[in-house]
């Protein structure tokens, strides 16, 4: 018995895969698979630098920590007190995501450090087999801090390729660019790159609270280090004197999928603080949305109003129909004659012609959920005022999800991802939770992983979404191709997929259509209609939405698919893919599975092995993909076929297709 305690001691101490380098000042931590490696070092004159190696390989090298506040240097002048280690396997469960079994495997190392001001800086650092992390935690005596910068570098070690949109603190709706790391001026996070030793990784941020967000820009070393959204006055925000920041990421795999797979930012955030998630449910929803955007209905009451009582009862009699669980209106309530002016709106009083008891009513005898949105314009002082009051309200309705939406600047200054705006969408997500409702934020800040914590914070835009096709020149497969392994690392995206008219025919032939942005005559979705199918697998919402006017689905055989789709997922795995090129996913949810591919703008054949079905069960698949025999983008086939766990199912996309698959047990 006791050797077998011996055994059990010394394991734990070699699991935990900490150790010392050049002795106490300069700790060294592997992840548990002992492939991945991150190291501090203070070095002489008290500058501290971390470095990340994989597989003997550094891609990191020694890159500057630290943070700067008005008050005190918080970069340099520290001495090591001590360092603690842990050593983390842990299994937990979410009411919801792409996996609902998860597991927190880490070797972690906490540098304690303090300065003659008495303050405490602590540098946690975590090594996971799918990446590393760290974070500052500062102990001071002030009561509070001035944010002015932040230190923390990534030199990468050498060459490769990266994946980004550009540094902007007011929005995430930007095209990406493919560039060689060397000549990136500045990038936001996820920020995803190649390096030319084949290693894949994505730096990003986990848990951000009460702290403005990072991008990345090149300092005057040629490096790229973190660059903090600004307040007003150019600070970067106010700490207390006790502070944590945002974990600092950097997510690694030897494929560019085991980025998607890796499960690291939800693994850095903090337990769940609703004990009672019986109402958040993972759900389909149609609305009145998507004609607003391409220009056949107004959110403002007149004659094309797209939220009328007739319409809503519409939109509810189809969501009954066709297994679809919500549904949304925008344009319900009064104010938006002055969105992109004054920005004033009432979050409490429906448009005359929107008899709110009624459909309220209609909804609750059949039993789908109505969804509310709140529109801002970015007046948050405005919102904040009533959104208790206006949120106490739809509870009493009955409703349990929000879309929130930000289109328009700030006031007085602020910027969308500042410290400001940090705390302001936190606010909202804590409030609605307070009142029992699902938050779905458009113009939000980044997914950091908060879902974990607030899992009522249950998707966001955050990206050029489907909207861009309405009035833009439009979002490409190119595009939709780097997504997956770019935006949605930090989490869940209401991309608002599925258009089936692809050439918005029906509005063309609408002569009152409405021109939101110029002329919107070429607009159209650049995809084959295959693909706006599997884009309902590939881009993961728990909130996922068919977006097209309803009126399009109707009698359309294709959309068996989503009537089939289950937005309550158990797991997911991303097969395979390349960045930029394609991708192909499959999750399950209850006994089901779904599958999902799509390629850019090259036609493109995968195999798929079915390995993942459940051994000796039989499925019927459903298989909806491009006619590669056609031009026509809107052709498309379905292939019904029974298969198990040994087939290889061989797709065929077409250039900008994709191909979605249902799988279901076959009854015997
Ligand atoms: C932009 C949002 O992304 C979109 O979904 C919404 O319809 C409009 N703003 C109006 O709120
Ligand atoms: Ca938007």
Redesign the pocket.
């Known amino acids: 018995m006791k050797r077998i305690y011996y055994f059990l001691v010394f394991a734990v101490i070699l699991s935990a895969g900490v150790y010392f380098l050049h002795g106490a000042e300069a700790p060294v931590c592997e992840s548990p698979d002992g492939l991945t490696m991150v190291s501090f070092e203070r070095l002489d004159g008290g500058r501290m630098v971390y470095s990340v190696e994989r597989d003997g390989k550094t891609i990191i090298k020694s890159s500057k920590l630290g943070l700067e506040t008005r008050e005190e240097n918080l970069s340099e002048g520290f001495e090591i007190d001590d360092i603690d280690y842990a050593s983390v396997e842990e299994k937990w469960t979410q009411p919801w995501g792409e996996n609902k079994e998860m597991t927190d495997h880490h070797n972690e190392f906490a540098v304690n450090l303090s300065n003659s001001e008495g303050t405490h800086l602590t540098i946690r650092f975590r090594a996971f087999n799918d990446g590393v992390a760290f974070r500052y935690e500062v102990k001071s005596e002030k009561e509070q801090l001035t944010l002015t910068g932040e230190k923390t570098e990534f030199n990468f070690a050498g060459e490769g390729t990266s994946w980004s949109i550009p540094a902007n603190f007011e929005t995430y709706e930007l095209d990406y660019r493919k560039l060689p790391l060397s000549e990136v001026a500045d990038g936001n996070t996820p920020f995803t790159f190649r390096m030319d030793n084949g290693t894949f990784g994505s730096i990003h941020e986990a848990a951000l609270y009460d702290y403005p967000e990072m991008t990345l820009r090149r300092n005057d070393d040629g490096v790229m280090q973190a660059d903090l959204a600004p307040m007003p006055d150019g600070t970067k925000g106010i700490v207390k004197g006790e502070f944590k920041t945002p974990w600092r990421t950097i997510q690694i795999g030897d494929a560019a999928v085991d980025l998607i797979n890796s499960s690291m930012i939800l693994n850095l955030n903090e337990p769940s603080k609703i004990a009672d998630t019986s109402w958040i449910k993972p759900q389909k929803y149609v609305g009145v949305?998507w004609g607003?955007?391409i220009g056949v209905q107004t959110?403002v009451m007149g004659r094309q109003h797209g939220a009328t009582t007739e319409n809503a009862l519409r939109h509810i009699d189809f969501a009954v129909e066709n297994n679809i669980q919500g549904v949304l209106f925008?344009g319900w309530n009064c104010g938006w004659e002055n969105?992109g002016g004054s920005q004033s709106f009432d979050y409490m009083k429906p448009y005359a012609d929107f008899d709110v008891e009624r459909i309220v009513a209609y909804a609750r005898e059949k039993g789908v959920e109505l969804w509310m949105?709140n529109?801002t314009g970015g007046n948050i002082p405005e919102y904040e005022a009533v959104m208790d009051k206006a949120m106490a309200q739809y509870a009493a309705w009955g409703v349990h999800a929000l879309?929130t939406?930000y289109?328009g600047g700030f006031k007085d200054g602020y910027r969308h991802h500042s410290q400001y705006g940090v705390q302001h969408y936190q606010r909202v997500v804590e409030c609605a939770a307070k009142h029992q409702l699902m938050i779905d934020a458009?113009?939000p800040i980044k997914d950091t992983g908060i879902r974990r914590t607030w899992p009522n914070m249950m998707t966001r835009?955050g990206a050029r979404?489907m909207?861009w096709n309405a009035w833009s020149e439009g979002n490409t497969a190119d595009y939709l191709c780097t997504l997956p392994f770019v935006r949605l690392l930090g989490g869940p995206m209401?991309y608002?997929p599925g258009i089936f008219d692809l050439d918005y025919n029906r509005a063309k032939a609408d002569k009152n259509r409405i021109q939101w942005n110029g002329d919107n005559s070429k607009c159209c979705i650049k995809t084959t209609l295959a693909r706006q199918i599997a884009n309902w697998v590939i881009i993961y919402s728990p909130l996922q939405m068919a977006a097209d006017l309803i009126e399009n689905y109707e009698e359309h055989p294709a959309f068996e698919f989503f009537r089939q789709f289950d937005a309550d997922c158990d797991w997911s795995e991303a097969l395979a893919g390349e960045i930029g090129e394609y991708i192909v996913v499959a999750r399950r949810a209850g006994d089901r599975f779904f599958v999902g591919a799509g390629t850019n703008s090259e036609a493109r054949e995968v195999d798929v092995k079915l390995d993942f079905l459940k051994q000796g069960e039989r499925y019927e698949a459903v298989i909806y993909g491009d006619d590669v025999k056609s031009d026509d983008r809107n052709d498309y086939i379905i292939e019904r076929r029974v298969v198990t766990a040994d087939d290889t199912l061989h797709i065929a996309m077409a250039e900008a297709g994709g191909c979605a698959v249902t799988l279901i047990p076959k009854a015997e």
């Open positions: 949305w607003m955007h959110w925008e969105w949105h529109e879309k939406g289109a458009h113009e835009e979404g909207e209401d608002t």
